[in-house]
């Protein structure tokens, strides 16, 4: 839709540096409109603010949702990416019911904006603006009203910002200020009437200036049920230590979102707070796992409750100095609920769930799947890609899903067809396979999860557009370089060197790719592509073969970083590399492989019988590995293997990829084989030692299937529950077992 089909004649609106030219327009501006009603009987919002925005009618919050709107590609911006043209921009509106925050007659509209990817200095699209429609209909009949030049615009606190780490208020920059405020509102979110008089009705705005006409979006105007940021959880903070100055706290597990502090500190003096994720051996904040983030408050000496309001922390520690204390520490995340359920009798196996888990849904924010909640915040389409399979396994992720990848399909350059290592694109580094193969991957998985042949119709042209890329940058066809100037990366975050080649890496993805639009292709009628599909494959198979495959032991690349595995998944090599791969891990007892390699080589081992050591593997002792992680106190998975060669963040969702797996093979509900959206379904649990208890469920379309078995010696007992009109059966021990509704129970011998 465009602009005037939704905001009808509503102006964008910013503000002005003052007449001399020598102060800056306000980074963060609070817009004010007013509009007289009679008694209302519906009403409804329409509103933006760039960047993120926060709304007030009469004072009152509007919503709970927060960093708003979601991100996308908002406009086309001159040369960004270089010498590339996206494919897509868009910008989603939200909409709100406003009907009980009208009153009789005089009612005002204030929107505080400013910050998030819109106005980030690394990547600007433009300067902070907003735009709004109020319609409806009152006793008097329909009434409507818009952003206009009639609209005042104000400084507000919000002074200093950087948007992945930092964010400032001055609380003195407002005079006579009231404050009224309560830790949690009504659904557990920022409190719907938690304001400061700027945004209240009967604030004086007669001295501030008219807002000025700013220039409108070139872009595709929608409505999108993808879920917003909210506040998920309130966790209670531990006081670790204290000092005259400053004291430590404990957010008890790693998060995102921020504290929430009740300031005692007088008129002008500052508190600052600092995050980190770690702590050193002295008990203070680890510089570096802090990633400069800050949080700093100038009070007003009105001793209110504060929050940032135009980021969040990545974080588990933080330190406040200055006088204020805080009550609680609020998890914020897009609003994905967890459907899946898991739970053994093996700790460490508990632990790596969970910890995906917190750090998938961590990673969730203004409908992007980051690579990490504080250093960087992109939609990396790596690690989308590899994660998605998991998120989709364990949470409601479909509408989450479905705004991502029309994200991939507008980050695709219209003429060359290269897909950009984020989306939406911002400046990043990836590669042309992992990355890249997103635009295949995603919604492929998304099609066997949820059944939406529409999404595969829409993306498949630009899986087409994008083999034609990848055959432009091969040579010998190996996938060899990706867009000059940029990164060609195959595997990453190996422990040690890397040792897989890119090509290597790279050509494995295209081959999984073109094997993935094949599938794709019968599906949408376009069986025609698929002969062009078949030769690529096969050119690129002998490519892999020509240059990695040693004959005489049957290894790919020394079977090093999982490169057999790769191999193996592919169809090459013989009965030897399977064999290497399988003798090469159970001797070696833990991973080497990087963020692609440790997916591809578990997978693999399950898919082969060889779930004993696949498991083996996730379980090891270790310290390159997730015991590794765990005994090191961590609660999400961390970006690299503990004493690796590098050593960043501790909030990656990468390795925890793997977590699809305890779906898909230990608990064993799948997909049977021709099914999709879990319409038919097979439940086969992989049985290990090391196992003796496990029991878990997902929710599928057709309603929650839980699964649990016991063993008791030879014996092992299994309880089952489908739900009504669900298709399932049981295998197990290679025999066959019919399922019923309800509860189903099996007493099987080893």
């Known amino acids: 839709m465009k602009q005037q089909e939704i905001f009808k004649n509503a102006l964008w609106l910013g503000a002005a540096a003052d007449r001399e030219g020598d102060k800056q327009a306000p980074l963060f501006p609070v817009l004010r409109g007013h509009f007289s009603v009679k008694q209302v009987q519906k009403a409804t919002l ?34 960004f990416p270089p010498q590339e043209t996206l494919t897509g921009h868009r910008i989603y509106v939200p909409a709100y019911d406003i009907t009980s925050l009208l009153t009789e007659g005089e009612n005002v509209i204030a929107i505080h904006f400013g910050g998030g990817w819109y106005t980030f200095p690394d990547a600007k699209f433009g300067e902070p603006k907003a735009i709004w429609r109020i319609f409806g209909e009152s006793t008097e009949g329909a009434f409507e009203f818009v952003s206009s030049e ?17 964010e400032t208020h001055d609380y003195t920059a407002l005079t006579d200020v009231l404050f009224q405020t309560s830790l949690t509102g009504p659904s557990g979110g920022i409190p719907l009437e938690t304001s400061d008089l700027i945004f209240r009705k009967n604030f004086n705005d007669g001295n501030w200036p008219h807002a000025v006409p700013a220039p409108p979006l070139h872009t595709d105007y929608l409505f999108s049920d993808c879920p917003a940021d909210r506040v998920c959880e309130t966790l209670t903070p531990v006081l670790l230590h204290r000092t005259e100055a ?34 050193t051996p002295d008990g203070s904040l680890d510089e570096r796992h802090s990633y400069q983030q800050r949080f700093l408050i100038v009070s007003d000496g009105t001793g209110r409750l504060v929050r940032p309001l135009f980021t969040w922390f990545g974080f588990r520690y933080f330190t406040v100095t200055g006088a204020a204390v805080p009550v609680g520490v609020e998890v914020v995340h897009s609003q994905v609920t967890q459907t899946s359920h898991f739970k053994s009798d093996n700790g460490l196996l508990n ?70 290592y984020t989306a939406p694109y911002t400046r990043c580094g990836g590669g042309p396979g992992g990355w890249g193969c997103a635009i295949v991957e995603v ?18 042209p630009g899986m087409c ?30 422990p040690t060197s890397i040792a897989l080649p890119a090509p290597f890496v790279n050509n494995y993805f ?21 002969p062009l599909f078949t030769r690529r494959i096969q050119e690129r198979r002998e490519a892999l073969i020509a240059c990695y495959y040693n004959s005489w032991d049957g290894n790919f690349i020394g079977n090093l970083q999982g490169a057999n595995a790769f191999a193996v998944d592919l169809g090459l090599g013989d009965e030897r590399t399977y064999q ?17 390699g440790t997916d591809v080589l578990t997978r693999v081992l399950f898919e082969h019988g060889d779930g004993q050591t696949a498991v083996n593997l996730l379980l090891s002792k270790d310290i390159i590995s997730y015991d590794g992680m765990r005994r090191s106190g961590a609660t999400t998975i961390w970006e690299y293997w503990p004493c690796s060669l590098r050593d960043r963040s501790r909030n990656h969702p990468m390795f925890g990829a793997i977590a699809a797996y305890l779906y898909d093979y230990l608990l064993g509900i799948r997909n049977k084989e021709g099914s999709v959206a879990y319409r038919d379904i097979v439940i086969a649990p992989v049985l290990v030692e090391g196992i003796n208890r496990l029991e878990g469920d997902r929710l599928l379309p057709g309603g929650t299937v839980s699964t649990a078995y016991e063993k008791e010696g030879s014996l092992v007992s299994f309880h089952i529950t489908i739900p009504e009109g669900q298709k399932a059966e049981f295998v197990c021990q290679d025999r066959v077992y019919p399922l019923v509704a309800g509860e189903n129970q099996f007493r099987i011998c080893l």
């Open 46 to 79: 329409y509103v933006l603010g760039l960047g993120f925005f926060h709304c007030y009618i009469n004072g009152r919050r509007v919503g709970d949702d927060l960093f708003l709107p979601l991100s996308t590609d908002y406009e086309a911006r001159k040369n």
């Open 465 to 494: 557009r994008y083999f034609d890329y990848l055959e432009d940058h091969s040579y010998g066809k190996l996938v060899t370089r990706d867009k000059e100037g940029e990164w060609c990366l195959g595997d990453w975050c190996t």
């Open 150 to 166: 009639m609209d005042r615009i104000g400084d507000s606190f919000v002074k200093e910002y950087y948007f992945p780490c930092q």
């Open 246 to 279: 400053s004291a430590t706290y404990d957010a008890t597990r790693n998060i995102s979102g921020y504290p929430v502090l009740a300031l005692s500190a007088r008129k002008g003096e500052p508190v600052e707070v600092l995050f980190s994720e770690e702590l």
């Open 443 to 460: 919604p492929y998985q998304y099609y066997m999860h949820y059944g939406d042949v529409e999404i595969l119709k829409a993306a498949y």
């Open 510 to 530: 295209y081959i999984k790719s073109l094997s993935r639009t094949i599938e794709i292709a019968k599906i949408i009628d376009r069986e025609a592509d698929i």
């Open 351 to 420: 632990w790596i769930h969970d910890a995906y888990v917190n750090t998938q849904l961590t990673n969730m924010h203004a409908g992007i799947p980051s690579d990490c909640p504080h250093i960087e915040r992109r939609g990396y389409t790596g690690d989308g890609q590899l994660t998605c399979h998991a998120a989709m396994n364990i949470l409601d992720a479909r509408r989450f899903y479905q705004k991502w990848i029309q994200d991939i399909l507008d980050c695709q350059d219209i003429n060359s067809g290269h897909i950009q």
């Open 580 to 596: 290497n791969l399988v003798a090469y891990y159970r001797k070696l007892g833990h991973f080497d492989t990087g963020i692609f």
